[in-house]
């Protein structure tokens, strides 16, 4: 991703939350793990991985390299969205906590103002300075996502 001083953000973007809840509900998407939010979440539903995979989670497979992501509701909600909010709120992985500061929104002036059509938070509220964004962006790429494939889940987690 571009440093401050050379992306279109430089002066920084203004988002608010308005907790409309659209970046949650009536689309389909994914909202990949990495090994620390799998057992953040499973934690919290005291479920061993196995089990917290099984009800709450799908495997994406990318060609290379397959990811864990949550289900969706048959609505096309996510399955932690229910009665007007986010169940998990408190633990809901880094991609819900850094959006709208995703690398597909931050490439271009043009996706930006594309995505203003979808979220009525987009240029609207407090001004986020570019070594904010920046930072949801190197934490985001930092993060390592969950292969499937290679996760091996601890024997003997209670449920």
């Not at 229910?82 to 931050?106: I, N």
């Not at 987009?122 to 996502?145: K, M, Q, S």
Request: with cysteine; proline share 6%.
């Amino acid at each position: 991703m571009p440093i401050q001083g050379d992306s279109f953000y430089s002066k920084g973007l203004r988002f608010c939350c308005t907790e409309c809840s659209l970046c949650c509900r009536f689309d389909s998407g994914y909202v990949f793990l990495s090994q620390s939010e799998l057992s953040r979440l499973a934690d919290r539903f005291s479920l061993s991985h196995e089990r917290f995979i099984e009800r709450y989670c799908r495997v994406i497979d990318l060609g290379v390299v397959s990811r864990l992501t949550l289900r969706e509701q048959k609505n096309l909600d996510c399955v932690f969205w229910k009665h007007g909010g986010c169940t998990v709120y408190e633990d809901r992985p880094l991609q819900c906590r850094s959006f709208p500061f995703w690398p597909a929104h931050m490439s271009t002036p043009e996706q930006w103002l594309d995505l203003e059509r979808e979220c009525p938070g987009i240029n609207v509220g407090p001004t986020h300075t570019a070594a904010t964004i920046d930072a949801w962006l190197e934490t985001r790429e930092r993060l390592p996502l969950l292969d499937p494939r290679r996760h091996q889940p601890k024997r003997g987690d209670g449920e």
